[in-house]
Nanobody, 121 residues
Framework: QVQLVESGGGLVQPGGSLRLSCAAS????????MRWYRQAPGKQRELVAG???????NYADFVKGRFTISRDNAKNTVYLQMNSLKPEDTAAYYC???????????????WGQGTQVTVSS
């Protein structure tokens, strides 16, 4: 019913850049907050950045000054611009969104399938 489709992952060298995209599709009334998480092998999933429907942003300390989260409400899409990438940024990156299916039902949280980011020389 609701699907989050991610793109933009890949292999880059240290210091390089990538731009991740996540587009919501299906049947829904509105999208509230949108977020990016990441999970490296053998580690817990962690929040990278979030953005509200008003454009207010929050970042994890380990990406401040390097990553930028943004959204295009007309396209139902959230982006993550990643600059100055480090090997420790290597992980599967997941899109997350709080969505109202209708104007009168409770907000539910949905997840994307994940896209791999590998930073290596």
């Amino acid at each position: 019913q609701v699907q989050l489709v991610e793109s933009g992952g890949g292999l880059v060298q240290p210091g390089g850049s990538l731009r991740l995209s996540c587009a919501a599709s299906g049947s829904f009334f509105s999208i509230n907050a949108m977020r990016w998480y990441r999970q490296a092998p053998g580690k817990q999933r962690e929040l990278v950045a979030g953005i509200t429907s008003f454009g207010r942003t929050n970042y994890a300390d380990f990406v401040k000054g390097r990553f930028t989260i943004s959204r295009d409400n007309a396209k139902n899409t959230v982006y993550l611009q990643m600059n100055s990438l480090k090997p420790e940024d290597t992980a599967a990156y997941y899109c997350n969104a709080d969505i109202d299916r209708t104007s009168y039902t409770a907000t539910l949280t949905y997840w994307g399938q994940g896209t791999q980011v590998t930073v290596s020389s």
